[in-house]
């Protein structure tokens, strides 16, 4: 019988601007841009200079400390751009797009015939390991490690966010194989989360154990399924896959090539009605394509790679980063002027606390929020109200977590499972925080101090 973990903390934010269930076509663009950012724990050196040719594949950088791992060109075509910030910081690599896509060759093969080093050495050269992400850390992972489980989750949970069943269908070959890939690196198991209302081509993914999850977000977020199914002791190391990430793996084997194109949805209450589906659109590809023609005109917009709690802020002629699923859209709020601020009552505002009576309606509609990039309301001292907690479904102290980060108190950060958090787990704490805390960014930065301590 397939287990199911039943989520009761966390946060359903019901934006206006879901995706429609039809895709639209192809978004090509012609320059693609790399973000060495996209990937934590990577050490850019660059392997391409402007003016090279290059093929989809082709590593553009790799990790100074492990040359193993590269990312690579999701395009055939010319670098144009190798630009970088202070001291020589690498921002971005560009490539102007040829007019039809060539692959480097990485040769068919048959997973089952395959050593765990192998496929780890072929998703490494391939630029697809790059995607990976390793627990503790929340940072690229290592093909030099034995992983004790890896994580795939089957759903998004996040706002607005696309309905992964959608994107699979017609691509359930390569999922299986992607799989089927995983399943050969390690010697424990490959755990597939799913909804409990899930199809029956996720529930019957060969190779795998399927778990049960229910409840709202982050039920979707790696490291509540692994804290809820297997957590991390100390010394251990798991891997937590992208469902699309999966699926690439799976072309790489069955086609022999690096294929990045991923479904995204263009989503959000500024995207017009009509706009708001899937597209298929290749990692990098700008949004300006996208997005022209197809958004509120008249008012300030925020444009987000990624989802409107972990993603990226960017701008109409920017690129969709790596590893995210959507484009959102979202007002600024700079023009908006409220009587007594943003304190004054409405039936159109969304409160957590219940400070405005909208929460009276919103059982019986099902009301859908237009919520603004705001921040509404000042920073302060940390208080410890338990706010988090209420939105933090992990057995582990949020605010006690945070604040041992701040002091960067090392035993104390372990005793309170900082191997087990990713930023993307603080996000919704960010979202209720009274005091407007950055605690995505602090996770960051002493995950990123603490793995140069230990390691």
């Given at each position: 019988?397939t287990q199911?973990?039943?989520?009761?903390?966390?946060?359903?934010i019901?934006?206006k601007?879901?995706?429609?269930?039809?895709?639209?076509?192809?978004?090509?663009?012609?320059?693609?841009?790399?973000?060495?950012?996209?990937?934590?724990?990577?050490?850019?050196?660059?392997?391409?200079?402007?003016?090279d040719?290059?093929?989809?594949?082709?590593p553009v950088?790799?990790d100074?400390?492990?040359?193993s791992?590269k990312?690579?060109?999701?395009?055939?075509?010319e670098?144009t751009?190798?630009?970088r910030?202070?001291?020589?910081?690498l921002?971005?690599?560009?490539?102007?797009?040829?007019?039809?896509?060539q692959?480097?060759d990485?040769?068919k093969?048959?997973v089952?015939?395959?050593?765990?080093?192998?496929?780890?050495?072929?998703l490494?050269?391939?630029?697809i390991?790059?995607?990976v992400?390793?627990?503790?850390?929340?940072?690229?992972?290592?093909p030099?490690?034995s992983p004790?489980d890896?994580?795939?989750?089957?759903?998004y949970?996040?706002?607005?966010?696309?309905?992964?069943?959608?994107?699979?269908?017609?691509?359930e070959?390569?999922?299986?194989t992607g799989?089927d890939?995983?399943?050969?690196?390690?010697?424990?198991s490959?755990?597939l989360?799913?909804?409990p209302?899930?199809s029956s081509?996720?529930k019957?993914?060969?190779?795998?154990?399927?778990?049960?999850?229910?409840?709202?977000?982050?039920?979707?977020?790696?490291?509540?399924?692994?804290?809820?199914?297997?957590?991390?002791?100390?010394?251990?190391?798991?891997?937590?896959?992208?469902?699309q990430?999966?699926?690439t793996?799976?072309?790489?084997?069955?086609?022999?090539?690096?294929?990045?194109?991923r479904?995204i949805?263009?989503?959000?209450?500024?995207?017009?009605e009509?706009?708001?589906?899937?597209?298929?659109?290749?990692t990098?590809?700008?949004?300006?394509?996208?997005?022209?023609?197809?958004v509120?005109?008249?008012?300030?917009?925020?444009?987000i790679?990624?989802?409107v709690?972990?993603?990226?802020q960017?701008?109409?002629?920017?690129?969709?980063?790596a590893?995210?699923?959507?484009?959102?859209?979202?007002?600024?709020?700079d023009?908006?002027?409220?009587?007594?601020?943003?304190?004054?009552p409405?039936?159109n505002?969304f409160?957590v606390?219940?400070?405005?009576p909208?929460?009276?309606?919103?059982?019986?509609?099902?009301?859908?929020?237009?919520?603004?990039?705001?921040?509404?309301?000042?920073?302060?001292?940390?208080i410890?109200?338990?706010?988090?907690?209420?939105?933090?479904?992990?057995?582990?102290?949020?605010e006690?977590?945070?604040?041992?980060?701040?002091?960067?108190d090392?035993d104390?950060?372990?005793?309170?499972?900082?191997?087990?958090?990713?930023?993307?787990d603080f996000?919704?704490?960010?979202?209720?925080?009274?005091?407007?805390m950055e605690?995505?960014t602090?996770?960051?930065?002493?995950?990123?101090?603490?793995?140069?301590?230990?390691?």
């Amino acid at each position: 019988m397939t287990q199911l973990i039943k989520i009761k903390k966390g946060l359903d934010i019901n934006l206006k601007g879901k995706p429609q269930e039809t895709t639209k076509g192809s978004i090509t663009s012609e320059y693609y841009t790399i973000y060495p950012d996209d990937y934590c724990g990577f050490v850019p050196k660059v392997a391409v200079k402007v003016g090279d040719k290059v093929l989809a594949g082709t590593p553009v950088f790799y990790d100074k400390n492990r040359p193993s791992i590269k990312v690579v060109a999701p395009v055939s075509g010319e670098i144009t751009a190798v630009n970088r910030g202070e001291k020589r910081r690498l921002l971005n690599v560009i490539i102007k797009a040829d007019d039809s896509t060539q692959y480097e060759d990485f040769g068919k093969k048959d997973v089952k015939s395959l050593s765990s080093q192998t496929i780890k050495t072929a998703l490494a050269e391939a630029g697809i390991l790059a995607t990976v992400k390793q627990r503790p850390y929340d940072i690229v992972a290592n093909p030099e490690d034995s992983p004790r489980d890896i994580f795939v989750s089957g759903f998004y949970s996040t706002p607005l966010a696309p309905n992964f069943e959608y994107i699979l269908k017609g691509q359930e070959s390569d999922f299986q194989t992607g799989l089927d890939a995983l399943a050969k690196i390690t010697e424990g198991s490959v755990y597939l989360s799913v909804r409990p209302d899930a199809s029956s081509t996720l529930k019957s993914a060969k190779g795998v154990t399927v778990v049960e999850f229910s409840g709202p977000h982050p039920a979707g977020n790696a490291s509540v399924q692994i804290n809820n199914i297997k957590p991390i002791n100390k010394g251990e190391i798991v891997w937590a896959v992208d469902p699309q990430d999966v699926i690439t793996i799976g072309k790489l084997f069955n086609k022999g090539i690096v294929d990045f194109t991923r479904l995204i949805s263009l989503v959000g209450s500024e995207v017009k009605e009509d706009a708001r589906c899937y597209y298929q659109m290749i990692t990098g590809a700008s949004i300006n394509t996208l997005v022209k023609g197809n958004v509120t005109e008249g008012i300030d917009l925020r444009y987000i790679s990624g989802n409107v709690l972990t993603g990226t802020q960017i701008s109409s002629n920017d690129s969709l980063h790596a590893g995210n699923n959507q484009i959102t859209v979202i007002p600024e709020g700079d023009e908006v002027n409220e009587f007594v601020g943003w304190i004054s009552p409405g039936l159109n505002k969304f409160s957590v606390s219940k400070t405005y009576p909208a929460f009276l309606i919103e059982p019986l509609t099902k009301k859908e929020y237009t919520i603004d990039a705001r921040i509404k309301g000042g920073k302060r001292a940390m208080i410890m109200s338990n706010e988090w907690d209420k939105v933090f479904p992990m057995d582990i102290l949020p605010e006690f977590l945070i604040r041992a980060i701040i002091a960067f108190d090392i035993d104390k950060m372990e005793n309170l499972g900082i191997y087990e958090v990713a930023p993307e787990d603080f996000a919704l704490c960010e979202f209720v925080d009274t005091s407007k805390m950055e605690l995505q960014t602090i996770v960051r930065q002493g995950l990123d101090l603490l793995y140069k301590e230990m390691n």
